[in-house]
């Protein structure tokens, strides 16, 4: 057997057992769902107790909702949304409730980045988008990644849903574009929408190239921001999950970008690879400041990922780069869990599963971590609006 039918077999294999894995997980036409919310989760979520929210449900002042047999409400991301519009009417601070753009706030674009695979940008990217939708924002996840990890997370199968068209290639390439709106997918989570990627975005790499040598307008670095100013009235947070490299792909979403987490494991092999990143990625910034696209950021952040706080070597990286780089580091971390990687091995995450699969402590240790490190970027998200912590 020739090697590319070699390569041809073992793919159409893996992509095979994938897909019953898939309709395993979830449902017989492979599809995702989200789960509700107990009363518990929701009041967590907008800042209130539980008697003051059974009060509202009471007066009326929120949707009925129905009961189980043992009086318990639970809640759609779809009924938490219009708790959260209700509560807002009439309230001291309806910023609490929907924190999200008004008149004047512009689109704010947060791009997850690394030079190394393994640094939990994808982690990072999709917990970060949900919990925005969660916390009241209108979220678009845009995949920059032609491996599709986010993709593929949000229940899609890039290599066979997007395998020729659908992706955000299709919006971004040079020859006869889509319009960005018409490659953006509704998913199952409520407000949080996904621009798609696949292979073919790897093709924008080799025809950037050709486009600079032809001179083809509008520029690579102006694309993405192009295709997001079509969108832009319908969000108030984009999530971009940037690939493991510093290539045009990455520099596209850079200079769209309006705030930066660079995830980074903290041990020195991850550390010494993102100095080169940096060093890179300064070059390249230069260039294209030098053709007058120099970005502008309201924030360039570090995320600490994978962090292990009682493990003496990621603790003692973890100092040294507060030290080197101090309020540029988040103040949270996101923690390496065995629930998090459990969760992802029927691709999902925290907010998908149930608590009750998982040791109690595990579960809420590492949702307590994911919350911190968002609540931390929600801070910035405010502080670019020009609002205090909402």
Request: aromatic share 8%; charged share 20%; with cysteine.
């Amino acid at each position: 057997m020739r090697i590319d039918e070699k390569i041809q077999q073992l793919a159409s294999r893996l992509s095979t057992a994938l897909d019953h894995n898939m309709k395993r997980s979830f449902l017989s036409e492979a599809s995702k769902s989200l789960r509700s919310f107990s009363s518990a989760e929701v009041t967590e979520l907008l800042g209130i107790s539980q008697p003051y929210l059974r009060k509202l449900h009471l007066e009326g002042r929120l949707p009925q909702l129905e009961s189980d047999n043992r009086g318990r409400r639970h809640y759609t991301a779809t009924d938490i949304w219009e708790t959260r519009k209700a509560l807002a009417i009439g309230a001291r601070n309806p910023r609490q409730f929907r924190p999200g753009r008004t008149p004047g706030d512009a689109l704010q674009v947060i791009s997850v980045a690394n030079f190394k695979g393994g640094a939990g940008k994808t982690t990072t990217a999709v917990h970060l988008a949900q919990k925005l939708a969660l916390d009241g924002y209108r979220v678009l996840a845009v995949d920059m990644d032609p491996q599709a990890s986010l993709t593929t997370m949000f229940g899609f199968r890039p290599e066979i849903e997007f395998s020729e068209s659908g992706t955000v290639y299709d919006a971004l390439r040079y020859d006869s574009p889509l319009l960005f709106r018409d490659v953006v997918k509704k998913t199952y989570f409520h407000n949080l929408d996904l621009a798609p990627a696949g292979l073919l975005l790897s093709e924008y790499e080799t025809e950037t190239a050709h486009a600079l040598h032809h001179n083809l307008h509008p520029p690579f670095y102006q694309r993405l921001a192009l295709c997001l100013a079509d969108v832009e009235a319908d969000y108030d947070v984009v999530v971009i999950d940037c690939p493991p490299q510093l290539g045009f792909i990455t520099l596209t979403a850079l200079v769209a970008s309006t705030g930066v987490l660079v995830t980074v494991v903290p041990s020195m092999l991850d550390v010494a690879s993102m100095a080169q990143f940096l060093q890179l990625a300064s070059s390249l910034m230069t260039t294209i400041a030098d053709v007058g696209a120099t970005p502008d950021w309201h924030f360039m952040k570090f995320l600490l990922t994978r962090f292990e706080p009682n493990d003496a070597p990621s603790a003692q990286m973890a100092a040294f780069l507060r030290t080197m780089f101090k309020d540029d580091v988040l103040t949270q971390t996101f923690l390496k869990s065995s629930a998090v990687s459990d969760a992802g091995l029927t691709q999902q995450t925290l907010f998908e599963v149930n608590r009750s699969d998982f040791t109690r402590q595990t579960y809420d240790r590492a949702l307590e971590s994911i919350g911190g490190v968002v609540k931390e970027v929600e801070t910035l998200i405010q502080a670019a609006w020009g609002r205090k912590e909402s």
